[in-house]
């Protein structure tokens, strides 16, 4: 079973381009999540959507957006990339809410942005 | 506002127990989940206490005191394969999830 699938793995990206990230599911779950990891902070929430066609800010939004145009797809693209946006960015999805239980991640997107 | 603290790494031998903590503030409580992340993996979920005490799941146990803001993760037995990070997180007012920065657990033979 595929369950999430992101791509690409890891990317260059030089400062000012834009970049989009590609999350996929087959689990038809209905919220999807984009986060960011960075050494010695915990994971970032930066765009959800509890439903296909619906979207949401999380905690760190700013320079990215996404779209949710059906239950499998949950891209996220960075319109002008900068370095500080150099991190790991995980896709994820869950039945319900985030705080109602498990999440499924994808393995992860490395970017780094010079 | 929303604060999760875990220690930043810890150390154990091979066959051990150890015990990994976290203590949260929020404004409510709507459960506390731990996860697993090995190095250069995604997380996986370990378990989800809504009510104060301990759940057993083989191995790992996690425990929680609602009145303290406080959980811990217990594993038992432990194994070289357990080497890695133990993320803590809660729910917020928004019933979106804050996460720990997490716990490096580095288990020697």
């Known amino acids: 079973t595929a369950g999430i699938t992101q791509a690409p793995t890891s990317q260059i990206l030089a400062a000012g381009r834009s970049m989009t990230l590609r999350c996929t599911q087959d689990m038809r779950h209905n919220a999807m999540y984009w986060y960011r990891q960075d050494l010695g902070l915990g994971l970032r929430l930066i765009h959800y959507s509890n439903t296909a066609g619906t979207t949401g800010k999380g905690e760190v939004p700013d320079g990215y957006s996404v779209s949710r145009a059906n239950t499998d797809d949950f891209p996220l693209t960075l319109a002008s990339a900068v370095p500080s946006q150099t991190s790991v960015y995980f896709c994820?999805?869950?039945?319900?809410?985030?705080?109602?239980?498990?999440?499924?991640f994808g393995e992860g997107s490395r970017l780094t942005v010079l | 506002g929303q604060n999760i603290d875990q220690p930043t790494e810890m150390t154990a031998t091979e066959g051990a127990i150890v015990q990994i903590n976290c203590t949260y503030q929020?404004?409510?409580?709507?459960?506390l989940f731990w996860y697993q992340q090995h190095a250069g993996e995604a997380p996986t979920f370990l378990s989800y206490n809504v009510l104060d005490g301990l759940e057993e799941k083989g191995r790992f146990s996690s425990f929680l005191s609602r009145s303290k803001g406080y959980s811990y993760l217990l594993l038992k037995e432990l194994q070289m394969k357990d080497s890695a990070s133990y993320l803590c997180?809660?729910?917020?007012?928004?019933?979106?999830?804050?996460w720990g920065a997490g716990t490096k657990l580095i288990i020697k033979p």
């Open positions: 994820a999805s869950s039945e319900g809410g985030e705080n109602t239980g498990e999440l499924f």
């Open positions: 997180a809660v729910p917020d007012s928004n019933y979106q999830l804050i």
């Open positions: 929020t404004s409510g409580f709507n459960g």
